[in-house]
């Protein structure tokens, strides 16, 4: 009797959040503590329809360029922390990053991420430069910075210097293990800029890492809740990956299925955002990627980072990659995702919420 009032409570959640993109907290956490394989199955169905209704079969790719492995921040996780003294660190000058984006607009690519630690090298001045010389080179294309904590008036600045978009995970929005992990930032800090970003215009992403060590089931609700709450464009999800080089090393990480339940319910619970199938999931397992566009995702974000540099970008152990050139990226994601059965976008890309406002 009693497993049968469990099954129809699963039963009935999968089909609300199916029906109306909505759950509370205490009902993710109920069904993220009771899940089985079978509803598993039925979630990552029902993202892919949702996904497919709001943006059809189409997964658009993002060239990312890994510009700077130089961080002033210590978070615990990262393999690039200001204390790991084993990193080997690299900047790449304006001029490198110009080169990248002459090589992956030739690629075929129309979204540039410019991604880095937090490098106080670059200078607002810096930055706009650069952002205006894009701008000018390649008038079409969506510039997405992915820098980290700045004044709002920087990030007002490089917006109006024509950057578009801005990726900052919030990370966990849990407090307490926000402030566990993050001893050089504060939690209140990093949704201030968030809010900032979204206030001035900027297509923002948002997300976090799954499995962190502490992180609970009603933690996990609370994401999934801070993202339908904060509307953000875009939302990346992925597995904690421990890096040995950090006080992290020993734990365990995130895997494979948490991870694709959380792409799944971000997909239901904020039907018209951009989800990249992360880097991360494709480190976790060879199919990684391929499996998180079935479960809702719909954007891949293929390196183009100079392979003379690559490994050193190394946020966790084992990153996918590494080796490759920037051409042997486009085309290997090419044919994963038609093998997946999805069709590549090379457009821009914008979020439906986005081309709504
Ligand atoms: N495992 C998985 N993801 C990580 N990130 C940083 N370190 C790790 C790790 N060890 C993620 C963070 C950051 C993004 C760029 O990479 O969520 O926001």
């Known amino acids: 009797m009693e497993e049968v009032v469990f099954v129809s409570t699963r039963h009935n959640l999968l089909e609300k959040v ?24 039925i979630l990552y169905r029902y993202a892919l329809k949702t996904k497919q209704a709001y943006y059809g079969d189409k997964v658009y790719l993002r ?15 990262c393999g690039i922390r200001a204390s790991n003294a084993k990193v080997e660190r690299y900047r790449l000058t304006p001029e490198e990053i110009l080169t990248c984006c002459a090589q992956g607009y030739k690629l075929g690519y129309r979204t540039f991420v410019l991604q880095s630690g937090e490098d106080l090298w670059y200078t607002e001045e ?20 992915s820098i980290g904590e700045r004044r709002p008036e920087t990030y007002q600045r490089l917006f109006a210097a024509g950057a578009d978009r801005f990726l900052m995970r919030h990370e966990t929005a849990s ?31 948002a997300g976090f890492m799954v499995g962190l ?6 933690d996990l609700a609370d994401d999934l809740r801070y993202l339908k709450e904060f509307h953000p464009d875009m939302i990346g999800i992925g597995p904690f990956i421990p890096h040995s080089e950090t006080p992290l090393g020993a734990e365990k ?6 991870t ?33 566009l079935k479960a809702g995702a719909n954007v891949v974000m293929p390196i183009i980072t100079p392979t003379s540099v690559r490994k ?15 051409e042997d990226c486009r085309y290997c994601i090419e044919r994963r995702i038609q093998a997946a059965g999805f069709d590549v976008d090379l457009g821009r890309g914008d979020s439906r919420q986005f081309i709504s406002r």
Not at 25 to 30: A, S
Not at 65 to 74: A, H, L, V
Not at 213 to 218: R, V
Not at 253 to 258: E, I, P
């Open 126 to 145: 810096i930055f706009i430069d650069l952002i205006r010389a894009i701008r000018k080179s390649y008038p079409e294309v969506a510039i997405t910075l």
């Open 260 to 292: 694709l339940v959380m792409v799944a319910l971000a997909r239901l619970l904020i039907p018209d955002s951009l989800i990249p199938a992360t880097t991360a999931l494709g480190t976790l397992d060879p199919q990684g990627r391929e499996l998180a």
């Open 213 to 218: 060590p502490g992180q609970t089931p009603a």
């Open 312 to 326: 050193q970008y190394e946020l966790y152990e084992n990153k996918i990659c590494g080796d490759d050139h920037p």
């Open 253 to 258: 990480g995130g895997t494979l299925k948490d």
């Open 63 to 77: 060239g990312l360029i890994e510009f700077s492995n130089i961080c002033r921040q210590d978070c615990r996780y």
């Open 175 to 205: 407090q307490e293990l926000y402030e566990k992990l993050h001893p050089t930032m504060l939690f209140d800090d990093r949704r201030a800029c968030l809010s900032a970003l979204k206030d001035l215009g900027y297509q923002v992403g």
């Open 18 to 41: 199916y029906q109306t993109n909505d759950l509370t907290k205490e009902e993710i956490t109920y069904l993220l503590e009771n899940i089985t394989h079978a509803d598993r199955e």
